[in-house]
Antibody, heavy 121, light 112 residues
Framework: EVRLVESGGAWVQPGRSLRLSCKTSGFTFGDLAMTWFRQAPGKGLEWVGFIRSKLHDETTGYAASVRGRFTFSRDDSRDTAYLQMNSLKREDTAVYYC????????????WGRGTLVTVSS | DIVVSQSPLSLPVTPGEPASISCRSSQSLLHSNGHSYLDWYLQKPGQSPQLLIYLASNRAPGVPDRFSGSGSGTDFTLRISRVEAEDVGVYYCMQSLQPPLTFGGGTKVDIK
């Protein structure tokens, strides 16, 4: 069974940093890209970005709203993807989801349950 | 960025009746390989999104065959042949042709 479990969400003050994790199981993590989405309270879905596999040089892509502040990484030995969030803003408040899929980096068969990040003073 | 829009915003449905949701993109999602890069997701209340349809018309594994997707280029439709109570939630279309991946605003489906 494929599982993705996000963790690390917390309440944090503006300007601070936070690192989210996405621990996976049930598939060969190293073969697949990992993508992050977020959903602000009561709002729709927003793509945050992705990190591809080693085979694809761990290429990353970021939404304009987070570029330069957020960084994706992965540890294939731990089957885990990470989202390092720096210089957090109030508008980063959201549930953050990791997702992946076996067909392509842009088709998401598998999603985690999400972890809530609240940025507030 | 490709802008994606959906209609209607809200869709009250009667169990057993058909339903459809429209999705439109600001530019063609048709790739030179012949596929249109438009996907449909359903987010049930309190849950994560789940993939229903990818590449406009391909049903994801485990998705009931009452769900179907159609369209090409800039206009797409998700159809539910006979709505069931478990189909309530917010439906999103998403373009996957190019980053940034972008979503429609969502269509909330609930039971009349």
């Amino acid at each position: 069974e494929v599982r993705l479990v996000e963790s690390g969400g917390a309440w944090v003050q503006p300007g601070r940093s936070l690192r989210l994790s996405c621990k996976t199981s049930g598939f060969t993590f190293g073969d697949l890209a990992m993508t992050w989405f977020r959903q602000a309270p009561g709002k729709g879905l927003e793509w945050v970005g992705f990190i591809r596999s080693k085979l694809h040089d761990e290429t990353t892509g970021y939404a304009a709203s987070v570029r330069g502040r957020f960084t994706f990484s992965r540890d294939d030995s731990r089957d885990t993807a990470y989202l390092q969030m720096n210089s957090l803003k109030r508008e980063d408040t959201a549930v953050y989801y990791c997702a992946t899929g076996p067909i392509s980096w842009y088709t998401f068969h598998y999603w985690g349950r999400g972890t809530l990040v609240t940025v507030s003073s | 960025d490709i802008v994606v829009s959906q209609s209607p915003l809200s869709l009250p449905v009667t169990p057993g009746e058909p339903a459809s949701i429209s999705c439109r993109s600001s530019q063609s999602l048709l790739h030179s390989n012949g596929h249109s890069y438009l996907d449909w997701y359903l987010q049930k209340p309190g849950q994560s999104p789940q993939l229903l349809i990818y590449l406009a018309s391909n049903r994801a594994p485990g998705v009931p065959d009452r769900f179907s997707g159609s369209g090409s280029g800039t206009d797409f439709t998700l159809r539910i042949s006979r709505v069931e109570a478990e189909d309530v939630g917010v439906y999103y279309c998403m373009q996957s042709l190019q980053p940034p991946l972008t979503f429609g605003g969502g269509t909330k489906v609930d039971i009349k």
